[in-house]
């Protein structure tokens, strides 16, 4: 599903760079390409795609969707790494957009990406014949996500709390924002796009709560105990600006072993609902033995 969710979203991606560099020529441009070709795993688009399948969807013009779902990750990411956040210098194997370019330009890049999954969004929704409301229930799933009630305000907390020592409670409150919701949503996504009733939404988006926790207990862990190199990214960064890590408060192999928790938790809400057959749960487990 992961190198399926990588050629479809890339391909897509591609596609949106060429047309952005068209319709903005210059320096902007050349940033805003930048950022979208940068490569990645795709497990939030994956996700999207196992989602919409799981509950009865097969149009590939859902790839649109996931796509939409990457770029508002992508956008979070150059903000992120901006010298007034997280101050990182690689992310993916590669210089982050304001070393590329410069600290202005990486801004601007974040905030027109969010349009820029807008607009996939809606493609998507036309290509696939969704209606009006539909579509609006997709943007506003994936945009409640991705702001201050979510990863914004995830990220929010996460400065606040640098130099301090958060209890399990508040790490999960900061992670479940900043991590948790946007990967909530790229499984709630898929099953909207599909026609999923209620009660198979609210086990998706169990399962994804549950998922998004492990998916930052897990980075905590590969922080912790992988390199730059084998990261693609800065390691060892929450220990250098004294940040609330599980590793922090658990230690590495009781937090190794909440990740599997968490993720074993979000299976199970999808066998209650009948919906653990397929990609969802192999991506659970992808999540949490990744090494990068």
Known sequence: MLDEARREVDARLDRAAERIRGETPGRLGEALAYALRSPGKRVRPALVLAAYRATGGSDPAVGGIAAAVEIVHTYSLVHDDLPCMDDDALRRGRPTSHVAFDVPTATRVGYLL?????????????????????????????????????????QWRDLEAEGRRLDLAGLQEVHGGKTGALIAASVVLGGIAAGAPPDRLEALRAFGTEIGLSFQVADDVLDATRTSEQ???????????????YVGLLGV?????????????????????????????????YIVDRTS
């Open 114 to 154: 969010v349009p820029v999954a807008a607009e996939e969004l809606a493609r998507a929704g036309e290509e696939m014949g969704l209606d009006a409301a539909t579509v609006g229930r997709l943007a506003s799933e994936l945009f409640e996500a991705g702001g201050i009630r979510g990863m914004v305000g995830g």
């Open 231 to 245: 990261l693609g990214k800065t390691a060892g960064k929450d220990a250098e600006v004294a940040k609330s890590t």
């Open 253 to 285: 192999s009781a937090a190794a072993e909440a990740a599997r928790r968490h993720a074993d938790r979000g299976v199970r809400a999808l066998e209650v609902a009948g919906l653990a057959d397929g990609a969802l749960a192999p991506l659970a487990r």
